[in-house]
C-alpha cells in the first residue's frame, strides 16, 4: 500500500482535551489516499498537500473561536506538525517542495546548505 499515508497528530501532546495520567490514549490518524494522483507532478503535489491538510486539521480537532489563545497555538502545532510527519512519510521531492513552499519543514527531511567561496 505505497500510495496511502496516515496524518497522525500526536494528541497526547497537542489535543485541546485535557489528557490524564492513567490514560493510555492512542493518537488520532486519518489515512490520505492519493494512488489516484501523479504526486510527481506540481498539481498533484499541490492536491495531496491539500488533502493531508485537510486530515491533519481533521485530526487536531479544530478549536471553536472562542477558546483560548493558547488552545488555538496548540492546534496550529498539532496541524502543522501531522503535515509535516505526513509529508516526510510520503517521501516526494514535488510534495515536499510544495510543503516548504508553504513553511512546513518535513519531520526527518535533510537540510540542505551551500557556502559561498570568498575566493
Same mark, same amino acid.
Request: glycine share 4%.
Given at each position: 500500500?505505497? $500510495?496511502?499515508?496516515? !496524518?497522525?497528530?500526536? /494528541?497526547? *501532546? &497537542?489535543?485541546?482535551?485535557?489528557?490524564? +495520567?492513567?490514560?493510555?490514549?492512542?493518537?488520532?490518524?486519518?489515512?490520505?489516499?492519493?494512488?489516484?494522483? $501523479?504526486?510527481?507532478? !506540481?498539481?498533484?503535489? /499541490?492536491? *495531496? &498537500?491539500?488533502?493531508?491538510?485537510?486530515? +491533519?486539521?481533521?485530526?487536531?480537532?479544530?478549536?471553536?473561536?472562542?477558546?483560548?489563545?493558547?488552545?488555538?497555538?496548540?492546534?496550529?502545532?498539532?496541524?502543522?506538525?501531522?503535515?509535516?510527519?505526513?509529508?516526510?512519510?510520503?517521501?516526494?521531492?514535488?510534495?515536499?517542495?510544495?510543503?516548504?513552499?508553504?513553511?512546513?519543514?518535513?519531520?526527518?527531511?535533510?537540510?540542505?546548505?551551500?557556502?559561498?567561496?570568498?575566493?
Amino acid at each position: 500500500m505505497k $500510495n496511502l499515508i496516515p !496524518a497522525t497528530a500526536i /494528541a497526547t *501532546l &497537542y489535543s485541546c482535551a485535557p489528557v490524564w +495520567a492513567d490514560t493510555l490514549q492512542e493518537p488520532r490518524s486519518v489515512t490520505v489516499h492519493f494512488e489516484d494522483l $501523479n504526486i510527481n507532478s !506540481a498539481r498533484g503535489a /499541490a492536491v *495531496l &498537500y491539500q488533502r493531508i491538510r485537510y486530515a +491533519a486539521e481533521d485530526v487536531c480537532g479544530n478549536p471553536s473561536p472562542q477558546r483560548s489563545l493558547a488552545l488555538a497555538s496548540r492546534y496550529a502545532t498539532c496541524v502543522r506538525g501531522a503535515i509535516a510527519g505526513a509529508v516526510a512519510r510520503v517521501n516526494c521531492p514535488s510534495v515536499t517542495e510544495y510543503a516548504a513552499a508553504r513553511g512546513i519543514v518535513p519531520a526527518q527531511a535533510p537540510i540542505k546548505v551551500k557556502f559561498a567561496s570568498n575566493d
